[in-house]
Protein backbone atom coordinates (compact mmCIF):
# COMPACT_ATOMS: atom_id res chain seq x y z
CA UNK A 1 0.00 0.00 0.00
CA UNK A 2 1.42 3.16 -1.48
CA UNK A 3 1.93 5.56 1.70
CA UNK A 4 -0.31 8.87 1.72
CA UNK A 5 2.14 11.81 0.82
CA UNK A 6 3.12 14.69 3.90
CA UNK A 7 1.17 17.62 3.56
CA UNK A 8 3.10 20.74 2.57
CA UNK A 9 4.63 22.64 5.20
CA UNK A 10 2.47 25.44 4.70
CA UNK A 11 -0.61 24.22 5.36
CA UNK A 12 0.98 22.52 8.39
CA UNK A 13 1.67 25.94 9.57
CA UNK A 14 -1.92 26.97 8.64
CA UNK A 15 -2.88 24.14 10.95
CA UNK A 16 -0.96 25.23 13.55
CA UNK A 17 -2.11 28.78 13.38
CA UNK A 18 -5.91 28.11 13.12
CA UNK A 19 -5.61 25.26 16.11
CA UNK A 20 -3.51 27.73 18.54
CA UNK A 21 -6.51 30.67 17.54
CA UNK A 22 -9.37 28.77 18.50
CA UNK A 23 -7.52 27.18 21.87
CA UNK A 24 -6.70 30.97 22.67
CA UNK A 25 -10.56 31.77 22.29
CA UNK A 26 -11.91 28.90 24.41
CA UNK A 27 -9.09 29.93 27.10
CA UNK A 28 -10.06 33.75 26.78
CA UNK A 29 -13.89 32.67 26.81
CA UNK A 30 -13.86 30.80 30.27
CA UNK A 31 -11.77 33.39 31.74
CA UNK A 32 -14.75 35.96 31.16
CA UNK A 33 -17.00 32.65 32.32
CA UNK A 34 -15.09 33.19 35.84
CA UNK A 35 -14.86 36.81 36.33
CA UNK A 36 -18.12 37.21 34.91
CA UNK A 37 -20.71 36.58 37.96
CA UNK A 38 -17.95 38.52 40.39
CA UNK A 39 -18.01 41.54 37.86
CA UNK A 40 -21.72 41.70 38.02
CA UNK A 41 -22.40 41.24 41.75
CA UNK A 42 -19.50 43.91 42.60
CA UNK A 43 -21.01 46.61 40.10
CA UNK A 44 -24.11 46.72 41.85
CA UNK A 45 -25.06 49.05 44.83
CA UNK A 46 -27.33 51.79 45.44
CA UNK A 47 -26.43 55.20 44.25
CA UNK A 48 -24.75 57.40 46.31
CA UNK A 49 -26.67 60.01 47.92
CA UNK A 50 -29.97 58.30 46.87
CA UNK A 51 -30.61 55.30 49.25
CA UNK A 52 -34.17 54.95 48.27
CA UNK A 53 -33.40 54.59 44.38
CA UNK A 54 -33.57 51.06 42.89
CA UNK A 55 -30.13 49.39 42.68
CA UNK A 56 -27.82 50.35 39.98
CA UNK A 57 -25.82 48.20 37.92
CA UNK A 58 -23.18 48.09 35.53
CA UNK A 59 -24.52 47.30 31.88
CA UNK A 60 -21.27 46.03 30.35
CA UNK A 61 -20.79 43.75 33.66
CA UNK A 62 -24.20 42.56 33.23
CA UNK A 63 -24.24 42.12 29.53
CA UNK A 64 -21.16 39.92 30.02
CA UNK A 65 -22.96 38.12 32.66
CA UNK A 66 -26.14 37.50 30.76
CA UNK A 67 -24.16 36.23 27.64
CA UNK A 68 -22.27 33.80 29.54
CA UNK A 69 -25.02 32.27 31.79
CA UNK A 70 -25.53 29.38 29.80
CA UNK A 71 -22.00 28.01 30.17
CA UNK A 72 -21.48 29.34 33.57
CA UNK A 73 -24.32 27.51 34.88
CA UNK A 74 -23.45 24.37 33.09
CA UNK A 75 -19.80 24.69 34.35
CA UNK A 76 -20.87 25.69 38.00
CA UNK A 77 -18.63 29.34 37.89
CA UNK A 78 -21.84 31.36 38.66
CA UNK A 79 -20.08 32.19 42.28
CA UNK A 80 -19.94 36.07 43.04
CA UNK A 81 -17.82 35.26 46.14
CA UNK A 82 -19.43 37.68 48.27
CA UNK A 83 -18.66 36.62 51.51
CA UNK A 84 -14.55 37.10 50.96
CA UNK A 85 -12.85 39.87 51.92
CA UNK A 86 -12.24 43.23 51.26
CA UNK A 87 -16.29 43.74 51.94
CA UNK A 88 -17.81 40.65 53.16
CA UNK A 89 -21.69 41.03 53.38
CA UNK A 90 -24.09 39.43 55.22
CA UNK A 91 -24.49 35.76 55.14
CA UNK A 92 -27.25 33.51 55.48
CA UNK A 93 -28.31 30.74 57.68
CA UNK A 94 -31.05 27.99 58.11
CA UNK A 95 -33.42 27.84 61.45
CA UNK A 96 -34.79 24.40 62.14
CA UNK A 97 -37.46 23.54 63.94
CA UNK A 98 -38.92 20.31 64.83
CA UNK A 99 -41.81 18.85 66.46
CA UNK A 100 -41.88 15.03 68.29
CA UNK A 101 -44.19 13.02 69.84
CA UNK A 102 -43.19 13.95 73.02
CA UNK A 103 -41.59 17.07 73.97
CA UNK A 104 -41.55 20.61 72.97
CA UNK A 105 -40.59 21.67 69.95
CA UNK A 106 -36.75 22.32 69.56
CA UNK A 107 -35.10 24.49 67.19
CA UNK A 108 -31.38 24.40 65.90
CA UNK A 109 -29.59 27.22 63.46
CA UNK A 110 -27.57 25.61 60.41
CA UNK A 111 -24.74 25.70 59.81
CA UNK A 112 -23.53 25.07 63.53
CA UNK A 113 -19.49 25.07 63.96
CA UNK A 114 -19.87 22.84 66.82
CA UNK A 115 -21.96 19.79 65.43
CA UNK A 116 -20.93 20.05 61.87
CA UNK A 117 -16.97 19.36 62.27
CA UNK A 118 -14.58 18.95 59.96
CA UNK A 119 -14.71 22.32 58.78
CA UNK A 120 -15.53 21.35 55.08
CA UNK A 121 -18.94 19.59 56.70
CA UNK A 122 -19.61 23.08 58.05
CA UNK A 123 -19.04 24.68 54.81
CA UNK A 124 -21.14 22.03 52.80
CA UNK A 125 -24.09 23.13 55.43
CA UNK A 126 -23.05 26.60 55.04
CA UNK A 127 -23.51 26.41 50.97
CA UNK A 128 -26.62 24.70 51.54
CA UNK A 129 -27.86 27.97 53.50
CA UNK A 130 -26.69 30.36 50.91
CA UNK A 131 -28.05 28.21 47.89
CA UNK A 132 -31.67 28.04 49.89
CA UNK A 133 -31.83 32.14 50.09
CA UNK A 134 -30.97 32.53 46.84
CA UNK A 135 -32.92 30.42 45.06
CA UNK A 136 -35.84 32.42 46.38
CA UNK A 137 -37.15 35.25 43.91
CA UNK A 138 -37.56 38.73 45.08
CA UNK A 139 -41.55 39.74 45.90
CA UNK A 140 -43.03 41.64 42.90
CA UNK A 141 -46.43 42.57 42.23
CA UNK A 142 -48.34 40.00 40.92
CA UNK A 143 -49.04 41.43 37.39
CA UNK A 144 -44.87 41.09 36.72
CA UNK A 145 -45.32 37.65 38.55
CA UNK A 146 -44.37 35.90 34.92
CA UNK A 147 -43.56 32.17 34.35
CA UNK A 148 -39.98 32.66 34.82
CA UNK A 149 -41.19 34.41 38.32
CA UNK A 150 -43.59 31.32 38.79
CA UNK A 151 -40.70 28.72 37.89
CA UNK A 152 -37.80 30.44 39.93
CA UNK A 153 -40.68 30.42 42.86
CA UNK A 154 -41.85 26.65 42.45
CA UNK A 155 -37.95 25.80 42.86
CA UNK A 156 -37.28 27.10 45.87
CA UNK A 157 -40.21 25.73 47.35
CA UNK A 158 -39.23 22.46 46.28
CA UNK A 159 -35.88 23.01 47.61
CA UNK A 160 -37.13 23.52 50.82
CA UNK A 161 -39.48 20.57 51.06
CA UNK A 162 -36.76 18.66 50.28
CA UNK A 163 -34.23 19.86 52.66
CA UNK A 164 -37.06 19.63 55.40
CA UNK A 165 -38.13 16.14 55.04
CA UNK A 166 -34.44 15.09 54.82
CA UNK A 167 -34.20 16.74 58.33
CA UNK A 168 -37.76 15.12 59.32
CA UNK A 169 -36.44 11.52 58.40
CA UNK A 170 -32.61 11.92 59.51
CA UNK A 171 -34.30 13.22 63.39
CA UNK A 172 -37.43 11.06 63.05
CA UNK A 173 -39.11 14.11 64.06
CA UNK A 174 -42.88 14.07 63.51
CA UNK A 175 -42.61 17.98 61.73
CA UNK A 176 -39.80 19.67 60.35
CA UNK A 177 -40.11 24.00 59.34
CA UNK A 178 -37.16 25.85 57.86
CA UNK A 179 -36.92 29.83 58.20
CA UNK A 180 -34.07 31.66 56.07
CA UNK A 181 -31.97 33.83 58.45
CA UNK A 182 -30.10 36.49 57.56
CA UNK A 183 -26.68 36.54 59.47
CA UNK A 184 -25.48 40.11 59.47
CA UNK A 185 -21.91 41.70 60.11
CA UNK A 186 -21.34 44.37 62.64
CA UNK A 187 -19.81 47.63 62.09
CA UNK A 188 -16.22 48.08 62.45
CA UNK A 189 -16.78 50.05 65.62
CA UNK A 190 -19.01 48.08 67.19
CA UNK A 191 -17.19 45.04 66.65
CA UNK A 192 -14.12 46.69 68.13
CA UNK A 193 -16.27 47.98 71.40
CA UNK A 194 -16.59 43.82 71.58
CA UNK A 195 -19.19 42.73 69.80
CA UNK A 196 -19.45 39.09 68.89
CA UNK A 197 -19.65 37.71 65.78
CA UNK A 198 -21.62 34.99 66.76
CA UNK A 199 -24.19 37.39 68.74
CA UNK A 200 -28.17 36.53 68.08
CA UNK A 201 -28.67 39.98 68.01
CA UNK A 202 -27.25 40.07 64.30
CA UNK A 203 -29.81 37.64 62.77
CA UNK A 204 -33.06 38.17 61.74
CA UNK A 205 -35.36 35.99 60.29
CA UNK A 206 -36.77 36.30 56.41
CA UNK A 207 -40.86 36.11 55.78
CA UNK A 208 -41.41 34.00 52.97
CA UNK A 209 -44.75 35.80 52.28
CA UNK A 210 -43.45 39.12 51.94
CA UNK A 211 -39.67 38.68 52.00
CA UNK A 212 -39.41 40.97 54.67
CA UNK A 213 -37.15 40.78 57.55
CA UNK A 214 -37.85 40.94 60.68
CA UNK A 215 -36.60 42.54 64.05
CA UNK A 216 -33.08 41.75 65.05
CA UNK A 217 -32.33 38.96 67.59
CA UNK A 218 -32.98 35.08 66.83
CA UNK A 219 -34.30 33.73 70.61
CA UNK A 220 -35.50 30.45 71.07
CA UNK A 221 -34.19 26.99 72.76
CA UNK A 222 -31.24 25.32 70.61
CA UNK A 223 -31.31 21.39 71.18
CA UNK A 224 -32.17 19.54 68.35
CA UNK A 225 -29.31 18.16 66.38
CA UNK A 226 -29.31 18.88 62.32
Known amino acids: MARRPPKPAHLQLVAQTWFKIVLSVLILVHLLAVISAPISLASRGTSIGYPDEPPTSSVVADTLFESLRGYTTFMFLNHGYSFFAPEPGPSHL ?68 SLENHLKKNLSAKTVSITRILHDIPPLDVYQAGQRLDDRGLLRRFDDTTGNLGPRGVKGKQGARP
Open 94 to 161: MEMTATFDSGEPQQALIPNLKRQWPRLLYHRHFMIAETLNSSFPPNIPLQLRDKEWRAQRGYYQRLKT
